[in-house]
């Protein structure tokens, strides 16, 4: 069985969303895709089936997997690309002008740390 | 979203009492049970938990309003005991019966037992059909256990202790085989554990009973909630105390956890560090003072 350490800090569900969103984004689920039964989800995790249908009810509200009648849930052709825009809408609004702030804070210079000849820059 | 409103109780208690010679088992105890919930009944040792259960399912005399399923479990416990099944820690399985044996015992006495079913959830086990009880271990028992009372496919399913005893392998396997093979929307579970950790994420909802009462009765979701946690700064426990937490401790290196119901989560934030108690951290701050 998967081992899975399950954080205090977000309800269930959305944890289990976003394994969901990062397998998409890892491309692990691609379109067409079917997700494991919420039964199978529910015992494997030792989950109630209510948790893990309402986080299927949330990745299938944001178009990323839809239902098809009785056979279950299925990654959409759009999902990658859908995914790829809020993440990124979210990454330009939320976390960029944090990391900038404190790229400035510690008096680093932008260009440099991207410059792949730089010290900094180097693998 | 489901409603459970619509849909009938499978438990409705209203002042349920029970006394045993000087010391009051259930105390005016009141709870629901909806359709399709694995609610958690728990409470420390000789809170009531036994007895609450031994009530529903017809085995003792006691006061009180109680429906299981539309029966009350005083005066129609036959018709009652199609529909409901128990598991409990106390072995009631002969000790010299073949799992063959058990099997077609149950095929005869049961009407809703289905032979078939049971020896598909039997396979992948090691318990093989002339193998008698007494040469299992407490594991093979409980899943023989299961195995048959999963094949009664009953609507109500009632759990003592179930796992009390049991390896981490037979434990999670045990869970794994409910949610897989029996648990639906048509069907409600009640467990009882003092393995809180293990089954709090399988739980739809939560009852704790302490002295023949309910003292709490949420749905997991409420408990999310209404419950957080916060590790406060020292410069804030003035303003945190102002809030009324429910619990304080104190940690070495001067922090000190709080406990607070149904206060607002940005308020709360300010004081702190905050996160979502588990079940247990919950318990133990409800039941402070039980054995004082």
Known sequence: ?123 | MMSASLKSDVVTARGLRKAYKNKLALDGTSFDIPVGRIVGLIGPNGAGKTTALKAMLGLIPFEGDLKVLGKDPRTERDELMNDVCFIADVAVLPRWIKVKQAIEFTAGVHPRFDAAKCWRFLKGTQLTPELRVREMSKGMIVQLHLALVMAIDAKFLVLDEPTLGLDILYRKQFYQRLLEDYFDEEKTILVTTHQVEEIEHILTDVMFIRDGKIVLNATMDDVGARYVEVLVNADQLDAARAMKPIDERALPFGKTVMLFDGSDPARLAELGETRNPGLADLFVATMKGTYA
């Open chain 1, 1 to 123: 069985m998967a081992a899975i350490e399950w954080s205090d800090g977000a309800p269930i569900y959305r944890q289990l969303k976003e394994r969901v969103v990062a397998m998409l984004l890892d491309g692990v689920l691609k379109p067409g895709d079917a997700l494991p039964s919420v039964r199978q989800v529910a015992a494997e995790y030792q989950l109630n089936p209510i948790t893990v249908s309402r986080a299927y009810q949330e990745l299938a509200d944001d178009q990323l997997v839809e239902k098809r009648r009785g056979l279950g849930m299925y990654v959409t052709d759009g999902a990658a690309t859908r995914l790829m825009s809020s993440e990124r809408e979210h990454f330009l609004r939320e976390e960029w002008p944090l990391v900038l702030e404190r790229i400035q804070r510690l008096g680093l210079e932008p260009s440099e740390l991207l410059d792949s000849k730089n010290k900094w820059g180097k693998k």
